[in-house]
């Protein structure tokens, strides 16, 4: 009897250690309430506690009150973070293969960026982010991003003069200086008194984040130059999720999966409604009849880029022959 009671001790004991033992992960998002992307990463939360059965949880962590988003990034590579929404611009600085979508002008349209996320051009880029240790579960819909200022860009040469915000990438720094405008790389929350104080005159960014920000507020035109449409990716530290049991690993992978899924939903649904929110706050949106002048403008950005890293043509030509 006593050592039956004391075989049922060891086991509540056992149990009690395993499940001090579970995972319990903080994932940085870099945006606020009613952004979609803010509802997608609850949503991963709530289906990774689901599918492990609490053995794996996710804290996540709104408004980048966990860093700015190169730090994150940082974090989430020695592990300091587990896990992080980030768009792959400022992942290139890091993992030269992910600066394949930070090229302007890549993807012909949202779906044919997905199909080469998808297949086999994407595959070397998420292997060499899971060997930096920023391992893309799944991927998430960040539109295209457009030029806003205080006057419209219709073509290159009325970017020119102008100093405008890039994010942390020295591509993008090289598709402004390309139309003789003046680049200025930012933190995303800093961008709204930059604008607002004329430290820069500009940025480019998606409608939501446009719209969630502030920026709106203080700019008066968005031109649809669409030049950058960049995935963002649900990335979770690579050792910690390798050191999951297979299972484990299953249950959190289809869990993005499934969160990049609604994401996608909610983005189709949050872009069009940010679009029609600025317009009726009084944004003037301006479609580009002709977007070659800024394709032809982006050459140089190509030459120079292959340039300097000629092992990356096999890739960009790789993502360009995809159909
Ligand atoms: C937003 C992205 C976010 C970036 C931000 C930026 O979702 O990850 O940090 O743009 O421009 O659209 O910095």
Request: glycine share 8%.
């Amino acid at each position: 009897m006593t050592s039956t009671k004391s075989l049922f001790a060891a086991v509540a004991v056992a149990l009690i250690a395993s499940s001090a033992s579970a995972e319990s992960w903080r994932a940085w998002n870099i945006h606020n309430d009613g952004h979609p992307n803010t509802a997608a990463m609850d949503k991963f939360a709530e289906l990774v506690d689901t599918a492990t059965d609490g053995e794996v949880t996710v804290d996540v962590f709104h408004g980048g009150v966990l860093g700015s988003q190169p730090d994150a990034l940082e974090q989430v590579r020695i592990g300091a973070i587990e896990v992080g929404n980030f768009n792959l611009g400022p992942i290139g600085p890091m993992v030269k293969e992910a600066n394949l979508v930070s090229l302007p002008f890549i993807f012909k349209s949202v779906p044919h960026m997905f199909r080469v996320m998808e297949g086999d051009a994407g595959e070397v880029v998420a292997e060499a982010m899971g060997e930096a240790g920023v391992l893309p579960l799944a991927y998430f819909d960040a539109g295209a991003r457009s030029f806003y200022s205080q006057k419209p860009i219709n073509s290159p040469d009325d970017v020119e003069g102008l100093k405008i915000r890039v994010m942390n990438n020295d591509l993008y720094t090289s598709m402004i200086t390309a139309m003789g405008g003046n680049p200025s790389p930012m933190a995303f929350s800093e961008v709204q008194q930059a604008l607002k104080t004329g430290v820069v005159d500009g940025a480019e960014n998606n409608f939501p984040s446009f719209k969630n920000v502030g920026h709106y507020e203080v700019t008066s035109h968005y031109s649809l130059s669409e030049h950058l449409i960049i995935p963002e990716c649900i990335c979770v530290n690579t050792a910690k999720f390798n050191a999951l049991s297979p299972e484990l690993q299953e249950a959190v992978r289809s869990a993005a999966q499934e969160a990049a899924l609604y994401q996608r939903e909610l983005w189709a649904v949050g872009s069009a409604q940010a679009r029609s929110d600025v317009e009726a706050a009084g944004i003037t949106v301006n479609e580009i009849a002709d977007k070659g002048p800024f394709q032809s403008a982006m050459d140089v950005v190509y030459a120079d880029y292959l340039a300097a890293n000629p092992d990356m043509k096999a890739l960009v030509e790789m993502a360009q022959a995809t159909e």
